[in-house]
């Protein structure tokens, strides 16, 4: 996730990264240039359509679809942002509840071994659901000769690591009864947070409906230089090229943040968000020891 000032605009406008859409659309640009240019060229020295009266009614045509497009567009980013914002939130609830148990526990119990156990494991898991939602092998770091299966759902097996020395806990008479329910609110809600990540890692807007936007976007800026010839001569060429780069480029962002989980410069950063959470797991148990 790229870190920046909201407020610098020039460094918006010069600055061009190796996500920015003008990299991955420089190509169909081309394109579409090469292509504006041909059918300028034929109407402006053959076909000269522009004598014809009834040419007037497609530039209406277009005026009509740019507003249907637009809306398209609209619902398309929203959708997608949505799902971005609430990846977002997953996580920031999972940096709360890893920060809760951690106080719980570590006010809780005495025994150091217990208490490193629990500073390995709480931040262990956030490791692991990092790991889990990219579809790569975790970092987390083994702890007590236990084994994790990474052809399994390693962050069940974390939860069930961390849920059974709990359990073990309660039966020695470390962590009493009311302790323990507290206790279990926190350790439920990092199986819903999972749950709710899977959810939109595993839910991607429907295939017929991308499918769609990106064939009308298609359609409708092959049809601009038809539409525009007539008035901009020339000049169609930098202007279908510019409105083809501001709808591809929507469509590009909205298919970059849809999907939060992932390695691409603007989805979260979820081991980085890991990392803190380890690190302040750590401060809150070693506080306890000192």
């Not at 004598?51 to 679809?65: A, E, V, W």
């Not at 409708?220 to 010839?229: I, N």
């Given at each position: 996730m790229i870190s920046y000032n909201p407020k610098d605009w020039f460094s918006f406008i010069f600055r061009f990264h190796k996500a920015d859409t003008v990299r991955a659309l420089f190509p169909l640009m081309l394109a579409i240039s090469a292509?504006?240019?041909l059918v300028a060229y034929m109407e402006l020295e053959f076909w000269q359509l522009s004598?014809?009266?009834?040419?007037?009614?497609?530039?209406?045509?277009?005026?009509?679809?740019g507003f249907v497009i637009s809306l398209l567009l609209v619902f398309r980013t929203n959708t997608a942002y949505d799902r971005w914002w609430e990846g977002r939130k997953q996580w920031g609830a999972l940096a709360n509840n890893v920060r809760n148990l951690a106080l719980k526990l570590s006010a809780i119990l005495d025994d150091p071994e217990d208490q490193q156990f629990f500073k390995s494991w709480i931040p262990a898991y956030a490791y692991a659901l990092a790991g889990h939602l990219q579809r790569e092998q975790t970092r987390v770091v083994l702890f007590e000769g236990a084994e994790l299966d990474q052809t399994k759902h390693v962050p069940n097996q974390v939860a069930g690591l961390i849920i059974r020395k709990v359990s073990r806990l309660h039966k020695a008479g470390k962590i009493n009864g009311d302790e323990l329910i507290t206790i279990n609110a926190e350790l439920q809600s990092f199986t819903d947070i999972c749950g709710a990540c899977e959810r939109i890692k595993n839910t991607p807007i429907p295939y017929s409906y991308s499918a769609f936007l990106k064939k009308f976007i298609f359609f409708?800026?092959?049809?601009?230089?038809?539409?525009?010839?007539f008035d901009l001569s020339y000049l169609v060429i930098p202007v279908v090229v510019f409105i083809f780069y501001v709808l591809a480029s929507l469509e590009l962002i909205a298919e970059e943040i849809e999907e939060p989980f992932g390695t691409d410069t603007n989805d979260l950063p979820t081991y980085r968000m890991a990392d803190n959470m380890k690190e302040q797991v750590e401060d809150i148990f070693e506080a306890r020891m000192t």
């Open positions: 292509y504006s240019g004598k014809n009266d009834s040419i007037s009614k497609i530039t209406i045509m277009h005026n009509m679809l409708y800026v092959m049809s601009l230089p038809f539409g525009y010839v």
